[in-house]
């Protein structure tokens, strides 16, 4: 069963904007941090955003000013709003779930990925 769903990818001009959603499954319980992961073909994995429960945020310096990650608790769905789009912002972006299980152990959920190219 799929417990989170990717949307809002797609291929836009440099400076332009494009904003990610993952819907998050309510059987998924304990939740402690939502994030965002992107991966360029030839390249690691790299994290791009972090919020936790006290929704404390975290970005990695390039997307500084420019991402912003945000949570609707309502729609138990977490987004990742890109402005200013530059070329090496292209990948494969993941959403990612983290959750604290019943024995205290933290486990890992993630989207099936949508592809953000950014291309003039």
């Known amino acids: 069963q799929v417990q989170l769903v990717e949307s809002g990818g797609g291929l836009v001009q440099p400076g332009g904007s494009l904003r990610l959603s993952c819907a998050v499954s309510?059987?998924?319980?304990?939740?402690?941090?939502m994030g965002w992961y992107r991966q360029a073909p030839g390249q690691q994995r790299e994290l791009v955003a972090t919020i936790n429960s006290g929704e404390s945020i975290n970005y990695i310096d390039s997307v500084k000013g420019r991402f912003t990650i945000s949570r609707d608790n309502a729609k138990n769905t977490v987004y990742l709003q890109m402005n200013s789009l530059k070329p090496e912002d292209t990948g494969v972006y993941y959403c990612?779930?983290?959750?604290?299980?019943?024995?205290?152990?933290?486990?890992?959920?993630w989207g099936q990925g949508t592809q953000v190219t950014v291309s003039s």
């Open positions: 990612n779930v983290k959750s604290l299980t019943r024995d205290s152990s933290v486990q890992n959920y």
């Open positions: 309510r059987t998924i319980p304990r939740i402690i941090i």
